[in-house]
């Protein structure tokens, strides 16, 4: 293996790497730090993204919208136990809110209109009184829809969820 040494180029013999200083060090630092340079490199250098969240087809503009982004399908839709999920309460006259410095992964949006402030999607018999969404407008039969049927991967410098808004009552 060769490495860069004052001198010029150098060799390391598989136990020791020279140093710049012309000492050398053992063979299990010279792997730590090395993978500890590899690593400030890669998390300096992680691509982010931002992404915009547009809620349309609100029945008023009373309550708040709480938007959950989750990319923990375990999660889904709820966030309750998700440490990673990020939340925004938004009140419902304002129809869109961003995420910025978001890694590049796969996520999904769940959303409801809380038109009565309570924190919570009320419902009757387990049917929704409020409004409710998810990204890419995914179907709702039985239940709300798995990770999968919401998914979207941020890949670009920004990216953009249109939502529409649904209501049973």
Partial sequence: MAIISEPGIGSATPANAVLKTGRTM??????????????????????????DVEVDNLRSAKGTIRICLTADPDNF?????????????????????????LPQRAYALAIIHDENNNAKLDTIAG???EGYGFSRNAAVRFGPPRFSAAEFTLAGDADMQQVKMRYIF
């Fill in 77 to 101: 839709p709820a966030c309750v136990d998700d440490a990673n999920a990020m939340t925004r309460s938004i009140p419902a006259s304002v129809h869109a809110t961003s995420f910025p410095g």
């Fill in 127 to 129: 049917i929704p009184r």
């Fill in 26 to 51: 053992p063979r299990r630092l010279y792997g730590a730090a090395g993978l500890g340079a590899v690593w400030m490199m890669l998390t300096a250098t992680a691509p982010v993204t931002r992404l």
